[in-house]
């Protein structure tokens, strides 16, 4: 599989800090970037915004904290960790306030770029009710909106045919409708994260539209408050495959 060149559209930049820092001037309320990547092949990364190095080591399935810069117009390129060659080169607008995450994805020679806002809004996060009924005599307590996971799926494969994605509990039957539609590569996918309970689940994919499972995911464990981006991506032959990000 040979995935495609950086469409102009999905562009943005990340960085890499213990303790937030500016890139740039600042002329009024940064935004807040981070760097992750889903590539089977690529190593660790660094980037670099306006030739200034601003994340090292990014790892595969890892992820960036994520930093503030300044908002508006820069250039970030995607560098292998201490080689001065750009794998990405890209122009990015980010607006003030706002938190990015850059995913890099696909074979290191032919890495793709998606960036989604970031979300968890000022609401409460909602949860879903629970898959079987509680039993009244049980003495563990449900949970409060601090014993939640976030979920995000990501779709990095250009070359997939359309699926619809399931994030459900291990073991559970297909939901009645996919948990996100549409879901098309290189879109801003999140409208919120996926508020779930701890537990053990499964990501699904099938074709669109249908039941018939494509690919899953392994059993992913989720504890309290952990993110976890679920990436659809794709090997060098263009088979399709799922990698997990926590962070």
Known sequence: MRFATLAAGLAALVVLGCAPET???????????????????????DLLVNGRTVAQGVGRTAASEPVAIESGSATAEVHASGASAALVRLPVTLDAGKSYTLLVAGPRAALTATMSVDTGGSAPPSLPP???????????????????VR????????????????????????????????????????????????????????????TRVVLQSDDIEAAADELITVVLGEDADQSLRVDVIRE
């Open 151 to 210: 979920f995000r799926l990501m779709h990095a494969a250009p070359h997939a045919p359309a699926l619809d994605p399931y994030l459900l509990p291990a073991g559970m039957p297909l939901d009645t409708l996919p948990t996100l539609q549409p879901f098309v590569y290189g879109g801003l996918i999140l409208t919120a994260d996926l508020i779930r309970r701890p537990g053990h689940y499964v990501v699904k994919f099938t074709d669109a539209g249908t």
């Open 130 to 148: 629970p898959p079987i009924p509680v039993d009244s005599g049980s003495s563990t307590p449900n949970p409060g909106l601090g014993d939640v």
């Open 23 to 45: 890139v740039g001037p600042r002329t009024g309320d940064p935004a807040r970037l981070r760097l992750a990547s889903a590539s089977p092949d690529a190593g660790t990364l």
